[in-house]
């Protein structure tokens, strides 16, 4: 009887050993999905992640210990790919950007301007910093696809050429590669914008006479690095692993520096990717597109006769002004904003249906 009741005891003990592995191997310590993942959502042509969580934050402790980067993607980060995959195979391109809780406003403003744009929002893929920009999003827009970083590092503005923001585009850098190394085809831009039409088709029909379709930045000879058409091509791989290359390395420069710190004007993914572009790294081949249908910030500036007179833009970006406060004022001024926040927030119907009709 002892006998039996010790190989009872034994048993019991190795099948809770052998649950506890399956469980600590399935769900890792550094990621997690939300539990608002509901994978029958992969069988809609276009899937919704309603909260799809994971950390990156290990990734910037671990720059600080080691001089190498790990790029192992986790099981969940996987998913998060594979939901890329979906949306790229299904609509032809992936609309990829970046928000934290202080460019939530301009998000939304964006996703009223393109919401009456045929399938734009099944097309986007938003990362934000934080749970509450991506439960906010995804509950007022459920057909775009949120997926959030668990890091509260990104908080409040992060003014261009300060640390803070520059360590948000390492991370934006960071997992742009894993779609391109993921066969994913990608439009890589920024919310702070206005869409007067989807540019999509248009580029779409013009993916084939380069490996990225790009804009100049006004009166530079620099490429504009918010406004990427990527095609998957071994040569984009290549040259958007050195930048990340790059990038991490700056990550390490920085990692003592306060969010409001300056950074030179000459380190970040603009100027590293610029200059990779000049030297056409890895044979990459770049064609900018017309500076007239996809404008900058210069286009607020120029006289009303002369903005009348060029060709209808597919879109405008709000740059060349700093500070989200003075963006916003621009935005309204000139019927390019669309969201009232008023309360719980909602879309302003007629200031979108101005820019159509």
């Known amino acids: 009887m002892k006998i039996q ?3 009872t005891l034994l048993l019991v003990t190795i099948f809770v050993i052998v649950i506890m592995c399956i469980y600590f191997a399935l769900i890792p310590e550094s990621y997690y999905l939300s539990r608002h993942f509901k994978p029958k959502n992969l069988t809609q042509g276009f899937p919704v992640v309603k ?3 994971f950390s990156l934050s290990r990734w910037g402790a671990a720059l600080t210990n080691s001089s190498s980067v790990s790029r192992k993607v986790s099981s969940d980060m996987k998913t998060s790919i594979q939901i890329a995959r979906d949306i790229y195979h299904t609509h032809g391109v992936v609309l990829f950007t970046m928000v934290n809780d202080a460019f939530f406003p301009f998000a939304a403003s964006w996703c009223c301007n393109t919401a009456p744009m045929n399938n734009v929002h099944h097309r986007a893929l938003f990362l934000t910093t934080d749970q509450m920009t991506g439960q906010r999003l995804s509950h007022l827009w459920p057909n775009i696809t949120v997926v ?9 503005s992060q003014e261009y050429s300060k640390a803070g923001y520059v360590r948000m585009m390492v991370e934006r850098t960071r997992y742009i ?29 013009r993916h084939a006479e380069g490996d990225i379709l790009a804009t100049k930045v006004t009166d530079l000879d620099v490429t504009a690095g918010g406004f990427l058409l990527l095609n998957p091509t071994k040569a984009t791989v290549k040259l958007w692993r050195h930048l990340t290359d790059k990038m991490d390395s700056l990550y ?9 710190a300056d950074v030179s004007e000459a380190d970040n993914d603009q100027q590293y990717f610029t200059l990779l572009v000049r030297k056409k790294f890895a044979g990459v081949r770049v064609v900018h597109l017309p500076a007239e249908l996809f404008p900058d910030g210069k286009w607020y500036k120029l ?26 004022r621009r935005a309204k001024r000139f019927g390019h904003w669309f969201w009232n926040d008023e309360g719980k927030g909602s879309c302003n119907s007629t200031a979108v249906d101005s820019l159509f009709y």
């Open 177 to 205: 590669l894993h779609l391109l190394e993921a066969g994913v085809r990608l439009l890589l831009f920024e919310v702070d914008c206005v869409w007067l039409s989807d540019p999509v088709p248009a580029l779409l029909a």
């Open 252 to 260: 390490r420069r920085l990692q003592n520096s306060q969010d409001a």
């Open 5 to 7: 009741a010790v190989r």
């Open 51 to 53: 909260d799809a969580s």
């Open 303 to 328: 006289p009303a006769s002369e903005r009348s007179s060029k060709p209808r833009p597919f879109l405008i970006n709000n740059n060349w002004v700093v500070g989200e406060a003075a963006k916003m």
């Open 148 to 156: 959030t970083l668990n890091s509260s590092q990104y908080a409040g």
